[in-house]
């Protein structure tokens, strides 16, 4: 199978050395937090797939999926469902917020609950928005089944074993946001009837070459990236120009953020602000601001090469558009990206490209990898904890006083 290929366009401080980083990363594989390197390998890969297959054979026949998540909870689920739906035989639906009008429509669509099985996603059950939709969706849904996937003890765990459900774990060592591949992201993917092993395939293969003290791409990337934070470029844009790539990309907000915005050693607030864009359609909104805006941004391009292509034919609406007989909607799709990249970067953006020679279960383990290691070695290089988050801790709190604070009581 091919490797993803990333290719960094600007210069990199040469103050900043991630052999160190990296170092200190492979020490620490299998261990505390970072027991998500672990999930691609034996014992536990073939722990994990077994007890997927075990449960999506006990679920049969289903027709619909819906599972209930929260961050990291949900966004691997979503970012693989929609890169990899083609090959699904059965739906999947996302609840990932407690808008009541989403939850409302989403039900609707399932019109049997007999034929559908709801998936429960938290590490503690402790989490708000996840009780919610717990409670929303068994008053909605009586007859559907459930699946909880949960830490070894805690509220769900206990309310699952009352309950008679099945129960898949998240592994210990492992939060939210480095759980896609694990039964967290794999069992829903797997229960629509899409072939997981090739995502933990290309997992491992990316993870190998994050291991090398040279021509290591996450270090590569890590250091490219913090080292043009450090230099006052700390917006940070994946642009994918693939629409089954948006929830990917939304993913990596998710890591990139809560992993990397943090209070370092120093008791110094640092961390890039990541967001998306998508190409070509932000070409009409995003150029504008990349062209003549701040220069402070590191954007970053994200093609797929083997894609399917549709002919424009040769009969163009005016003389205007003649330049377009003959050509494809990917070959126009890949000269927008070209040109966008090289509008930005004569505008005195940073950017870096992301090419992945197909859109299958492989590069999109590779592409998982690749970022989570990323996060791995940027945390090191930056001196802060990627894996705690004490500011999303805090808004559970606050969240919570709000809502069962007395509302006589002075603020």
């Known amino acids: 199978m091919d490797t993803i290929e990333l290719t960094i366009h600007f210069d990199t401080h040469n103050t900043i050395c991630s052999k160190d980083a990296i ?5 620490h594989i299998g261990k505390d937090d970072e027991r998500w390197r672990t ?18 054979a006990s679920l049969q026949p289903c027709k619909n999926i819906l599972v209930l998540g929260i961050g990291g909870s949900a966004l691997g689920t979503k970012a693989l469902y929609q890169a990899l739906k083609e090959n699904a035989t059965k739906n999947v639906y996302v609840l990932d917020n407690i808008d009541p009008n989403t939850f409302q429509n989403t039900i609707k669509k ?13 590490k503690s059950g402790g989490t708000a928005e996840i009780g919610a939709l717990l ?15 949960c830490g070894k003890s805690g509220d769900l765990r206990s309310y699952a074993t009352e309950n008679g459900w099945e129960v898949l774990p998240v592994p210990d060592g492992v939060g939210g946001r ?7 992201g794999l069992f829903p993917i797997a229960l629509c009837g899409i072939e997981i092993e090739p995502l933990l395939d290309g997992a491992r293969q990316m993870d190998d070459l994050c291991k090398q003290l040279q021509n290591n791409p996450a270090g590569d990337l890590a250091t490219a990236l913090i080292s043009a934070m450090q230099d006052g470029f700390n917006i940070q844009v994946m642009m994918p120009y693939c629409d089954r790539l948006v929830q990917l990309s939304e993913w990596y907000v998710q890591l990139w953020a809560e992993s990397l ?32 805006g701040p220069t402070d941004k590191v954007i970053g391009f994200v093609e797929v090469t083997d894609e399917i292509d549709v002919s424009l034919g040769d009969q163009p609406i005016s003389t205007s558009l003649s330049w377009l007989c003959g050509k494809s909607l990917g070959t126009l799709l890949h000269a927008q990206k070209v040109a966008t990249e090289e509008a930005v970067r004569d505008a ?30 940027a945390g090191r290089i930056m001196k802060i904890n990627p894996y705690d988050q004490p500011g999303v801790e ?8 709000a809502l069962t604070q007395d509302k006589s009581t002075p603020s």
């Not at 170092?23 to 020490?27: E, H, K, P, Q, R």
């Not at 390998?41 to 994990?48: K, L, T, V």
């Not at 480095?178 to 967290?184: D, I, Q």
């Open 178 to 184: 480095f759980s896609v591949l694990s039964p967290v």
């Open 394 to 401: 805090l808004g559970k709190e606050l969240t919570k006083r």
């Open 135 to 149: 409670m929303a969706t068994q008053n909605a849904l009586p007859s559907a089944r459930y699946v909880a996937i």
């Open 261 to 292: 915005g943090k209070v370092n050693s120093d008791k110094v607030r640092v961390g890039p602000s990541p967001m998306t864009a998508l190409g070509a359609t932000d070409q009409h909104s995003m150029l504008q601001l990349w062209r003549e």
């Open 110 to 122: 399932l019109t049997d609950s007999s034929e559908t099985v709801v998936v429960v996603v938290s």
């Open 39 to 56: 999930l691609w390998r034996e014992p536990m890969q073939s722990e994990h797939l077994s007890a997927i297959d075990a449960v999506v």
């Open 348 to 377: 005195g953006q940073k950017t870096w490209t992301l090419t992945m020679p197909s859109l299958n279960a492989h590069s999109i383990g590779q592409f998982i990898a690749l970022w989570q290691n990323a996060v791995a070695i």
């Open 23 to 27: 170092i200190s990363a492979n020490d």
